[in-house]
């Protein structure tokens, strides 16, 4: 054990710390000398830090040479003759074992406290204590009581510092980084680091190793530079019969001037909150494990990350194998680049797995290439400035009986795209997806997507697979090249600005556009099994019309009244007259319009036979209408007034007598009525 100092300059400081406490340890004798002269006092038997001998862990076993009380650190920073004795570098020792409480409340210090690889056997307490700089490193402490402190440099509890018990810096100042790498805090189903209020000037380093087990606490927190976590483990999941709050990382209106980085084997057990949190660059999570799943009789559990109200100028990235069990909140979210969770999973089954209500993206959302859901994932009145991407992206949440968190798999109300929505390639969804009142600033692409979501006697909510309701689409609606939809696809009241194209596609429920207007074509060609779909377009206004005979449906599942269109377009689309009565025969119900806007089209076309046969059958169908519809009104009247234990006459006109059965008779003075009798 040496300092490695020349003894004789240093005498006059341990000849004063002798006269204050008498005898003084080897460890003593050697801090004081190293303070007196700038030096490093190494207390153990080497130098090296990570030496067995030296492992704080093992302090019991350490003799009394390598003891230091507490009382003699403080005299050495309070006692002005002592201080003015200390070289401007400051209290420096390792491998010592501390005795006593350390208290340096209220206390300026001109100069800075390093202990590392030490053990301090009692909480030390440092509030509103001003220090040059605080190292830990290494070391092993109990409650570090820390509350408004101003420390010039940096903090540094790192390489292998441990607390047991809680550690605070509440309102701290900071003048350069908080180093926590490769360190340990445990105070189970409690706060094991508070630094809420902390203001820190440069980074702070919680990475590398950084492990809690209890609250991270940095609410209202300052950040001149960045927040790294990557690699770290946090826990703090809430039990059945925990006391604890079941918050793991509590970061609620954060400031941090830099990057916030959650990253590289990230992770924790019990929720991480970022509410209303301020960032001047990125959020990044790519590969993070968020645990903190619903488990019945825990009110603290099923949020992974709630992040409402957050404010990011760069991106928020949950990607590259990100995994969060329980709900990701990301309500009122206002990000300046994109929100990219591609390769992320997202598992809160029958719940809600992402919830990006009224969020505002400046760049692009992508969720996408290997993006899964298991849970809704909801965009609300969300307004992002580029592109929804959803390609090769899975979505579940089917319904299910009594659960009422089910049968939404994407919700969307309300959205505004700027740019494109993409659910293609790859794309499924087992539940509906929600496009209702949505604005596209282009197209809206589903090809080869698999929306699953038919119809069921139980629950009821089931069967409309994707509904665009009330959309506007200044591009195109792409519902081919094997679009799959088990349910009713729905886009009533839609405004689209191109076509909607539905070819090589499988909607078994049908597809409903009533009221819709679209610029461009429908094109309804190569629908795949078309004998279980029904094709209901009442009202809706397209500029053409391009199908093939073997797409139309059958079984009365056409519905066109209303339906206006300028021609027929396509190679393979059926032009003439004979064609379009066979169209026009498979309506549920009859409507003279559709045969007046084929004989238009037809007419338009230059085909006036072929109008006149359409408009001919027109009238005979009308004919047959409404006698079918005359007799059935007879009929009605006919059973209402006449019993079986009396005689009843209804005068009718003369030409519907002879409907009604039973005996009529004329009457003698001619005029046109009968009268009905029946038994």
């Known amino acids: 054990m040496s300092a490695h100092l020349n003894q004789p300059q240093a005498n006059d400081l341990i000849g004063l710390a002798r006269a204050r406490f008498g005898d003084l340890s080897a460890a003593e004798t050697t801090l004081l000398a190293a303070a007196r002269m700038g030096g490093f006092a190494l207390c153990g038997p080497r130098g090296n830090l990570s030496d067995p001998a030296n492992d704080p862990a093992k302090a019991s076993e350490w003799g009394t040479e390598r003891t230091i009380r507490a009382s003699l650190i403080r005299w050495l920073c309070v006692e002005q003759t002592a201080r003015n004795r200390v070289d401007p570098n400051g209290i420096r020792a390792s491998g010592a074992k501390v005795l006593g409480k350390l208290d340096l409340s209220n206390v300026t210090v001109p100069f800075g406290l390093t202990l590392a690889g030490c053990r301090l056997m009692e909480d030390a307490y440092l509030i509103s204590t001003s220090l040059a700089d605080l190292d830990l490193r290494a070391s092993w402490v109990r409650c570090l009581i820390a509350d408004r402190m101003s420390v010039k440099g940096g903090v540094f509890l790192s390489g292998g510092f441990r607390a047991e018990g809680e550690v605070r810096f509440p309102a701290s100042q900071i003048g350069i980084d908080l180093s926590c790498e490769n360190s340990f805090f445990t105070n189970p189903s409690k706060v094991a680091l508070n630094a809420g209020g902390m203001n820190v000037k440069g980074n702070v380093f919680f990475r590398q190793d950084f492990q809690v087990e209890g609250e991270l606490h940095l609410s209202g927190a300052q950040i001149g530079s960045n927040l790294e976590c990557d690699g770290a483990t946090l826990k703090n999941a809430v039990g059945l019969e925990s006391s604890g709050s079941g918050i793991a990382l509590n970061a609620d209106r954060v400031i941090v001037g830099g990057y916030v980085f959650l990253r590289n084997g990230f992770s924790a057990e019990g929720e991480v909150k970022l509410l209303n949190a301020e960032i001047g660059g990125s959020l990044e999570c790519q590969g993070a494990l968020l645990k903190n799943p619903s488990r019945e009789g825990a009110p603290g559990s ?27 909140r990301l309500r009122g979210a206002n990000i300046g680049g994109v929100l990219n969770c591609e390769n992320g999973t997202f598992t809160n089954p029958s ?27 909801k965009l609300l009145n969300a307004e992002i400035g580029s592109n929804l991407e959803c390609d090769n992206a899975k979505f579940k949440n089917p319904p299910q009986d009594g659960v009422s968190g089910s049968g939404r798999a994407l919700y969307a109300d309300r959205v505004k795209v700027a740019g494109y929505v993409f659910l293609r390639n790859g794309f499924s969804a087992e539940g509906e997806v929600n496009l209702l009142n949505a604005q596209i600033g282009s197209d809206l692409d589903c090809s080869k997507g698999t929306f699953d979501n038919p119809e069921q006697a139980k629950p009821q909510g089931a069967g409309i697979a994707l509904c665009m309701d009330g959309a506007s689409i200044q591009g195109s609606v792409f519902l081919g090249e094997e679009f799959k939809a088990e349910g009713e696809v729905r886009v009533s009241g839609a405004q689209i600005g191109g076509q909607i194209a539905c070819v090589n596609s499988r909607i078994r429920a049908g597809l409903i556009a009533q009221a819709t207007t679209a610029a461009g074509a429908l094109f309804w060609t190569k629908i795949l099994e078309p004998g279980d779909t029904k094709l209901d377009l009442v009202n809706t206004h397209v500029d053409a019309l391009v199908d093939d005979r073997q797409s139309w449906p059958d079984g009365q599942k056409l519905r066109i009244d209303g339906l206006v269109y300028e021609r027929f377009s396509g190679s ?38 072929g109008a006149r046969r359409v408009l001919s059958e027109m009238e005979r169908l009308r004919r047959k ?21 009396s005689r009843h006459r209804v005068w009718l006109p003369s030409s519907e007598i002879a409907l009604v059965a039973g005996r009529t008779n004329r009457p003698r003075d001619g005029s046109l009525r009968g009268r009905i009798c029946c038994r």
């Open 351 to 377: 719940k809600m797995a992402l919830d990006a209500d009224r969020i505002q993206v400046a760049g692009y959302v992508f969720l996408r290439n290997g993006f899964t859901a298991e849970g809704e994932v």
């Open 625 to 645: 209408h409404e006698y079918a519809s005359r007799n059935r009104f007879v009929r009605f009247w006919a059973s209402t007034w006449c019993c079986s234990e």
């Open 572 to 609: 393979d689309t059926p032009k003439s007259a004979r064609a379009r009565l066979d169209w026009l025969s498979r309506q549920k119900d009859f409507a003279p319009q559709p045969y007046g806007q084929v004989a238009k089209v037809l007419r338009d076309n230059g085909d006036d036979a």
């Open 302 to 328: 099923g949020t992974a990350l709630i992040a409402d109200g957050i404010r990011v100028k760069g991106n928020i990235l949950l990607t590259n194998g990100f995994r969060a069990e329980g709900e990701v």
